[in-house]
């Protein structure tokens, strides 16, 4: 499909998702080749009418570049005109001539529809039936219908459905250059952590925000913008904090059961807890993500300790650490950093590059060695494996890089498992 053609589908995906009849249309779609019965199939079992009408606007931006004009067509047959004149006003749409357009025949006694397509029967005219060879299908999909929607339902239950393009937002801070009066370096490396990130994350359909050298009320701000927006219309959310970090001190009893450990500092020099930051899109604060997997990336430290394992040859001149020595702000105006609470957690994820109290590694030409691992296991495994199985291969990869060990981890407060939906 043309470029021009999928930005009139999802400029008009609200209402397509909220109006759009679909039951009609399935034979139309069939007899016009824009679809196969399989395909059908498969969108029939995104669920309700809205996911079945979201998946099919996603599927049709795959489908060529009569796939547009023909499904305004379709549109128009249904009696569905408000929206084939809303996808006709996006653009100037080419108009399909006779031969694109295959006649709908009436046959009085038609053969039975293809039993994976099902309708109402009460279409707005009668439709050409299906020819011989889809009259057959390869399985007897009426005897196993009932065992499909089982398992969907099932699957449903045990792993995150991520059905929209994009499937949700991403940002990334990224903090190189802090100010003299933190008393914190530059951090070399971190802008080729960045680009691998957003190039990865593109690639896995998310939306990438990426914001540079933010303070530390610039960065709360950043991520209460982002837990403010409307993901209603989204599957998931992700977050990525590169920068240095800190295990913040222990100032009460409250503080004591932080469920997120660590936090990481603006390029003021001061810090922001990873529980407030978390907190941000709990389901109080960020209704419309209730019940949707949010991810966090952070690349930063969690205290200062240095873990010498065992020895291996490495080269450790070009290697830095993140960590950083712990700064109480005076008057204890950023106290609430480190005894902010979070609610019962649900839906989300938090991997540290490094275990809590101990740095982490990065290298000043091929950035630290978290991201470089993480996107290399997303480039191999994305496509086939879970979230959780793939920082099980980063953890034990990047566990035996260096001099120096480092040994990710994360707190997994998951209810399903995560797949990224891959190119």
Same mark, same amino acid.
């Given at each position: 499909?043309?470029?021009?053609?999928?930005?009139?589908?999802?400029?008009?995906?609200?209402?397509?998702?909220?109006?759009?009849?679909?039951?009609?249309?399935?034979?139309?779609?069939?007899?016009?080749? +824009?679809?196969?019965?399989?395909?059908?199939?498969?969108?029939?079992?995104? &669920? $309700?009418?809205?996911?079945?009408?979201?998946?099919?606007?996603?599927?049709?931006?795959?489908?060529?570049?009569?796939?547009?004009?023909?499904?305004?067509?379709?549109?128009?047959?249904? #009696?569905?005109?408000?929206?084939?004149?809303?996808?006709?006003?996006?653009?100037?749409?080419?108009?399909?001539?006779?031969?694109?357009?295959?006649?709908?025949?009436?046959?009085?006694?038609?053969?039975?529809?293809?039993?994976? +397509?099902?309708?109402?029967?009460?279409?707005?005219?009668?439709?050409?039936?299906?020819?011989?060879?889809?009259?057959?299908?390869?399985?007897?999909?009426?005897?196993?219908?009932?065992?499909?929607?089982?398992?969907?339902?099932?699957?449903?239950?045990?792993?995150?459905?991520?059905?929209?393009?994009?499937?949700?937002?991403?940002?990334?801070?990224?903090?190189?250059?802090?100010?003299?009066?933190?008393?914190?370096?530059?951090?070399?490396?971190?802008?080729?952590?960045?680009?691998?990130?957003?190039?990865?994350?593109?690639?896995?359909?998310?939306?990438?925000?990426?914001?540079?050298?933010?303070?530390?009320?610039?960065?709360?701000?950043?991520?209460?913008?982002?837990?403010?927006?409307?993901?209603?219309?989204?599957?998931?959310?992700?977050?990525?904090?590169?920068?240095?970090?800190?295990?913040?001190?222990?100032?009460?009893?409250?503080?004591?059961?932080?469920?997120?450990?660590?936090?990481?500092?603006?390029?003021? #020099?001061?810090? +922001?807890?990873?529980?407030?930051?978390?907190?941000?899109?709990? &389901?109080?604060?960020?209704?419309?993500?209730?019940?949707?997997?949010?991810?966090?990336?952070?690349?930063?430290?969690?205290?200062?300790?240095?873990?010498?394992?065992?020895?291996?040859?490495?080269?450790?001149?070009?290697?830095?650490?993140?960590?950083?020595?712990?700064?109480?702000?005076?008057?204890?105006?950023?106290?609430?950093?480190?005894?902010?609470?979070?609610?019962?957690?649900?839906?989300?994820?938090?991997?540290?590059?490094?275990?809590?109290?101990?740095?982490?590694?990065?290298?000043?030409?091929?950035?630290?060695?978290?991201?470089?691992?993480?996107?290399?296991?997303?480039?191999?495994?994305?496509?086939?494996?879970?979230?959780?199985?793939?920082?099980?291969?980063?953890?034990?990869?990047?566990?035996?890089?260096?001099?120096?060990?480092?040994?990710? #981890?994360?707190?997994?407060?998951?209810?399903?498992?995560?797949?990224? $939906?891959?190119?």
């Amino acid at each position: 499909m043309e470029e021009d053609h999928r930005q009139s589908l999802r400029r008009a995906r609200l209402r397509l998702v909220q109006e759009l009849q679909v039951e009609p249309l399935w034979e139309l779609l069939l007899h016009q080749e +824009i679809f196969t019965p399989d395909m059908i199939e498969e969108i029939q079992k995104a &669920g $309700t009418r809205r996911d079945q009408a979201r998946q099919l606007v996603i599927d049709l931006q795959t489908r060529g570049k009569r796939a547009l004009p023909a499904f305004i067509w379709c549109l128009q047959e249904t #009696g569905q005109n408000d929206l084939a004149a809303l996808l006709s006003a996006g653009g100037d749409q080419p108009q399909l001539h006779p031969a694109d357009l295959k006649p709908v025949e009436i046959h009085p006694h038609s053969k039975p529809r293809d039993p994976r +397509i099902t309708t109402s029967g009460n279409l707005p005219f009668p439709v050409q039936e299906l020819n011989e060879r889809r009259q057959k299908p390869s399985r007897d999909i009426t005897a196993t219908r009932g065992s499909v929607e089982e398992n969907t339902r099932r699957n449903a239950e045990t792993v995150y459905v991520l059905r929209t393009d994009p499937c949700g937002y991403c940002l990334i801070i990224n903090n190189v250059n802090f100010s003299s009066a933190s008393g914190l370096s530059s951090r070399a490396g971190s802008d080729v952590d960045c680009e691998k990130l957003e190039k990865r994350f593109r690639s896995l359909h998310f939306e990438v925000l990426t914001r540079r050298d933010l303070k530390a009320q610039e960065t709360v701000a950043e991520l209460q913008s982002l837990a403010t927006r409307d993901h209603s219309s989204l599957d998931c959310c992700l977050v990525v904090l590169l920068s240095h970090g800190c295990q913040p001190p222990v100032l009460s009893l409250q503080a004591s059961h932080i469920q997120f450990p660590g936090g990481i500092y603006g390029t003021d #020099g001061r810090s +922001i807890a990873v529980e407030k930051i978390v907190s941000y899109f709990n &389901g109080t604060h960020c209704p419309s993500l209730r019940g949707k997997p949010k991810l966090f990336f952070i690349q930063a430290c969690g205290g200062e300790k240095k873990d010498r394992g065992f020895e291996v040859d490495s080269d450790p001149s070009a290697v830095e650490s993140d960590a950083s020595p712990i700064q109480v702000p005076a008057g204890g105006s950023d106290q609430t950093d480190a005894v902010a609470s979070l609610p019962t957690p649900s839906d989300i994820l938090v991997s540290y590059s490094t275990f809590p109290g101990f740095v982490s590694w990065r290298n000043k030409c091929t950035g630290s060695w978290y991201v470089e691992t993480l996107d290399h296991v997303l480039e191999q495994y994305a496509h086939s494996e879970d979230l959780l199985n793939m920082l099980l291969r980063v953890a034990n990869a990047v566990s035996a890089k260096g001099e120096y060990k480092q040994m990710p #981890g994360c707190f997994n407060f998951l209810r399903k498992r995560f797949f990224f $939906t891959a190119k």
